[in-house]
Every structure is written in structure tokens, then in C-alpha cells.
T-cell receptor, first 112, second 114 residues
Framework: KAGVTQTPRYLIKTRGQQVTLSCSPISGHRSVSWYQQTPGQGLQFLFE???????NKGNFPGRFSGRQFSNSRSEMNVSTLELGDSALYLC???????????FGPGTRLTVT | AQSVAQPEDQVNVAEGNPLTVKCTYS??????LFWYVQYPNRGLQFLLK??????LVKGSYGFEAEFNKSQTSFHLKKPSALVSDSALYFCAVRDMNRDDKIIFGKGTRLHILP
């Protein structure tokens, strides 16, 4: 099976812009989660989707949003970018909440 | 609220020696516990998990972890370290009684010295 894919792999944006990141889970996986990884904060949970429904949400401002499509592909959007949003954004898929997650390579976002 | 702690930012171990990476957790219900590893310039990879059953869980690359309910710990261990084990290790917990979100620890960098 193909692994989790994320596009784009790298992005450079300026403050105030918005960005959309995409994630394609492993075939058959219905759960998709998003994380923000930074050197200082480690892995911070953003949100989790299961069968197109947001099941859990982390403690991020409303500028961060996401959605999941009927084919389980997911997107996350960050509006009004801030310098502090620079991070590696990881997507992970799984069969259900109690099982392990499989991570994509991430999207490296740099905000200037 | 659930939480997970990895008390050591970095652990140094000589090659061939046993290694332990510590993890403690706090959940109100039953925990699902995971270990992941992140090698340089590579994505996070699943190592092992505890859901229920035997407290000693075996995983990939010769790693194992012991679930200790009384100490709320889930330490990662390996009997004999390899230089190739050098990486960033993350412990994660999920409170399945509440179908809650997965919380990751801040990570422990493991250095295996040749």
C-alpha cells in the first residue's frame, strides 16, 4: 500500500496570507489527524477527522481549520498567517482511534 | 485533562548497553499508549502500542515497553543499543474511555555512542 502523502512538501508564505495543505491517507484509513511540530513545542495536536466529521480539536486559534472529504482525503487551512505558524505540519492516518497512526513526510511551512 | 511527560530531553547510551527512555502519563480513563520514532529527515514511525493485556509489549527494531499502571509509566527499552537507534522518540497517550485526542510527549533525543 502507498503511504500517507502530503502536498506540498515545502511552502514559503508571507504574513497575512493563507495556506491550504493536503493529505491523502493510506487506502482504507478513515481517520486523519493533523499535528504541528516545532523544535520548542514538540508535536501539538491540531484536529482529527473520522468519516468526514471532526472528532477532536486541539487548542489552536480559529485561524486553523480543516475538513475531510468522502474519500478520506483531508485538507487543513491556516488563514492570516503569523510568523509563529512556521513549522512542520504532519498528517497521520489510521483505521480508528485506538490504533496506531501512520505519518506522512510533512509539509514544511515557512512564514516570512 | 490527559497529559504525557518525557522527563529527559536527551539520553546518551554506549553501543551495546541497555537503553531506557522514560514516559509517564495521566488520563482519567483507560490509556492507549504508543511509542513513535523519528529518524533524521524521515517521518514519524510507529514502534509499539499498549491497548490491553500483557504489560510487556514488543515492537519494531527490538524495542519493548512495559506498562506499569500503578506508576502510570510506559518506559521504552532495548536490551542492547545500536548506533542506528539514535533518533527522536515520542511517547503518546489517548484516553479511550473519552475517545479523546492523542497527546504526544515533547520527545527524547537518544544518542547511541559508538
Amino acid at each position: 500500500k502507498a503511504g500517507v502523502t502530503q502536498t506540498p512538501r515545502y511552502l514559503i508564505k508571507t504574513r497575512g496570507q493563507q495556506v491550504t495543505l493536503s493529505c491523502s491517507p493510506i487506502s482504507g484509513h478513515r481517520s486523519v489527524s493533523w499535528y504541528q511540530q516545532t523544535p520548542g513545542q514538540g508535536l501539538q495536536f491540531l484536529f482529527e477527522y473520522f468519516s468526514e466529521t471532526q472528532r477532536n480539536k486541539g487548542n489552536f486559534p480559529g485561524r486553523f481549520s480543516g475538513r475531510q472529504f468522502s474519500n478520506s482525503r483531508s485538507e487543513m487551512n491556516v488563514s492570516t498567517l503569523e510568523l509563529g505558524d512556521s513549522a512542520l505540519y504532519l498528517c497521520a492516518s489510521g483505521t480508528s482511534g485506538g490504533n496506531e497512526q501512520y505519518f506522512g513526510p510533512g509539509t514544511r511551512l515557512t512564514v516570512t | 485533562a490527559q497529559s504525557v511527560a518525557q522527563p529527559e530531553d536527551q539520553v546518551n547510551v554506549a553501543e551495546g548497553n541497555p537503553l531506557t527512555v522514560k514516559c509517564t502519563y495521566s488520563v482519567s480513563g483507560n490509556p492507549y499508549l504508543f511509542w513513535y520514532v523519528q529518524y533524521p529527515n524521515r517521518g514519524l514511525q510507529f514502534l509499539l502500542k499498549y491497548i490491553t493485556g500483557d504489560n510487556l509489549v514488543k515492537g519494531s527494531y527490538g524495542f519493548e515497553a512495559e506498562f506499569n499502571k500503578s506508576q502510570t509509566s510506559f518506559h521504552l527499552k532495548k536490551p542492547s543499543a545500536l548506533v542506528s537507534d539514535s533518533a527522536l522518540y515520542f511517547c503518546a497517550v489517548r484516553d479511550m474511555n473519552r475517545d479523546d485526542k492523542i497527546i504526544f510527549g515533547k520527545g527524547t533525543r537518544l544518542h547511541i555512542l559508538p
